[in-house]
């Protein structure tokens, strides 16, 4: 059971490193991959909060693929190189866009979505994919979303093999 309830009263750091020992627990109990990455995107969605969209998009076949996510409809398919998601793949780096108005090329799938934190999925210098979250907010991340959003890449990356879901 999950009870969003145990965060109450939390600061803000010990809410995301409670939110890195449950995203744990979850995947360290279950084998399936689908199901791990959908547990990810709604536990991550939750907890950082003020946030409407969080997901996923991997490659395959040499484009970015809509994965699992908590939010509004989105674009099924990006270009390597395209919008936010597909910068963070050619560049090999992390996006925290502010205001995604000012970001040339900025895909708006979610018209409410006003900035985006962009995390490539990158294992042995390959990159898999991405973590997307935007929220209403300008501004909405700081270094600790950006930090956490990480950490939590990381924790699935040790237990996910990626490769499966790449084609
Ligand atoms: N805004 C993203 C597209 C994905 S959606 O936000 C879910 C981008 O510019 O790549």
């Known amino acids: 059971m999950f009870d969003i309830k145990v965060f109450d009263g939390m600061k803000t750091e010990e809410k995301y490193e ?3 020992s449950m995203l ?19 536990l991550i969605n ?19 693929v809509l994965g699992p996510f908590q939010g509004m409809p989105a674009c099924t398919r990006i270009k390597i190189g395209s919008g936010v998601c597909g910068s963070a ?21 979610d018209a409410a979505s006003n900035s985006e934190l962009v995390i490539p999925i990158i294992k042995n ?21 950006e930090l956490y959003a990480e950490k939590c890449i ?14």
């Open 18 to 20: 409670t939110m890195l």
């Open 24 to 42: 744990k627990s979850i995947v360290e109990d279950e084998e399936d991959i689908i199901t791990n990455i959908a547990n990810a995107a709604a």
């Open 46 to 64: 939750a907890i950082i909060g003020r946030v409407n969209w969080c997901g996923f998009y991997f490659i395959k076949n040499g484009e970015l």
């Open 89 to 109: 793949v050619k560049d090999k780096k992390v996006m925290r866009i502010k205001d995604v108005h000012e970001f040339k090329g900025h895909i708006a799938c």
């Open 125 to 145: 210098e390959k990159v898999y994919g991405v973590l997307d979250i935007d929220s209403e907010e300008v501004g909405r991340f700081t270094e600790l979303e």
């Open 154 to 167: 990381e924790l699935l990356s040790k237990y996910i093999d990626w490769e499966k879901l790449s084609k």
